[in-house]
């Protein structure tokens, strides 16, 4: 390997190796090398200076390489946006490829990772149950900010014989809420699944809200909708505003006659 044998496969390079799914350029080739190593740059080559590489390796692979958390924990924090850093992180974890407990205890000896503090709340919140960018949205977005009962989340069930989850699950009142980014939902036996998902909690007189990417655009009508149905199933909640501007309002739902107007909902504000 260039460098020498105490260079190790890092970063997206490492991810690549692995298989996490994932647009993973072929080059520049990530590697990573102990701090105290001084080299000549060469064109195609990415240096990364480790002050524990020894610790960050896994096993004796041979060419050396990086555990996985640690090239994708390092690979997040570079990303342009946090909601772009979380996202990679939520998709591994989809993937089954890491867990958010391996991610977490790796986070404790990265002290100084960048945007550490967002990814470990979105990891805890990962080992509750969020799977996505999606579901994270709406739990910090709608349910966290506007005061809406805590959902249960990824929930088996079974549909026709079939093992189905459901994102989140407000028990209580018969209210399930499906988010439905395009991966997995896009085909037309994805649909017809989902349709017979959602056929099959009526039968059992759940409701079923879907929300897609929409969500990101406008959290409070997505949180002025799950209110209104929860608070016309019984919820005594009240939603509560979150900002000045915010749609939501935390009085009127208590009524039936407010309830009925709530759930009249603008189609400028229906899920796809």
Sequence with gaps: MAYGPDAALGGETALRRYGLDGDWAAEPVWLDLPH????????GIVIRRCRDLDGRL???REPPIVRLEVALLTVASRRPTTDAALALILDACRQRRTTPRRLLEELDRL???PRRRAITQVLRDANAGV???LELVYLERVERAHG???ASRQIVASVGGATVRRDCLYDPYGVIVELDGRTGHA???SQWRDMARDNAAAVDAMVTLRFGYQLAGDPCAAAAQVAAVLTH????GHPTPCSPTCTVRAEGLGSP???????????SSRAD
């Design 36 to 43: 105290h190593r001084r080299v000549r740059r060469q064109p």
């Design 58 to 60: 896994l096993g004796s």
């Design 111 to 113: 002290r100084n990772l």
């Design 131 to 133: 799977e996505s960018w």
């Design 148 to 150: 809406l009962p805590t």
């Design 187 to 189: 085909d037309v036996a």
């Design 233 to 236: 199933r019984g919820w005594p």
């Design 257 to 267: 006659t407010a309830r009925k107007r709530r759930i009249a909902l603008p189609s």
